[in-house]
């Protein structure tokens, strides 16, 4: 099996034991993102759609570094913080996944940093 870690500048270094992906036999395995913004280390300061949109942007420069794109995504893992906020988020969300990938929206008590979203993404990378 080939294997290779995806690192990418343009998206949040990872702040604990893990990668921002992982790239096996032609699949991309991204670790979930949150709101912060890579060139300052903050949270993006906002309501859900305001930190949606620079996660959806965390996610493209992973995707990018992977040599991939959101169409090729297959699946998605969305953790909100609060599921009031499904329909804002997925007005941000559907401007980003237009070919409707497979997905998973849950609810969590809490994410890390206190952020309000969380997406997660498994993509072809071929």
């Known amino acids: ?9 343009k998206a949040p270094a990872a702040i604990g034991p893990y990668s921002q992906a992982i790239l096996a036999n032609g699949m991309l395995f991204a670790s ?12 993006a300061q906002g309501d859900i ?3 949606a949109e620079q996660v959806m942007k965390n996610v493209a420069a992973i995707l990018e570094a992977a040599g991939t794109s959101f169409e090729k995504v297959v ?9 009031g906020d499904f329909a804002s ?14 997905r998973s929206c849950v609810a969590v008590k809490a ?7 969380e997406v997660e993404v498994i993509a ?3």
Do not use: H, R, W
């Not at 699946?75 to 599921?83: A, G, I, V, Y």
């Not at 994410?111 to 979203?117: A, F």
């Open 32 to 43: 979930g993102q949150i709101p912060i913004i890579p060139a300052t280390g903050e949270i």
């Open 49 to 51: 759609q305001v930190q």
């Open 75 to 83: 699946k998605t893992t969305c953790f909100l913080q609060d599921m």
């Open 1 to 9: 099996m080939s294997m290779k870690v995806i690192s990418t500048e």
């Open 124 to 126: 072809l990378a071929e």
């Open 111 to 117: 994410l890390p940093k206190d952020v309000l979203c």
């Open 89 to 102: 988020f997925n007005e941000v969300y559907a401007k980003y996944f237009v070919d409707k990938p497979a």
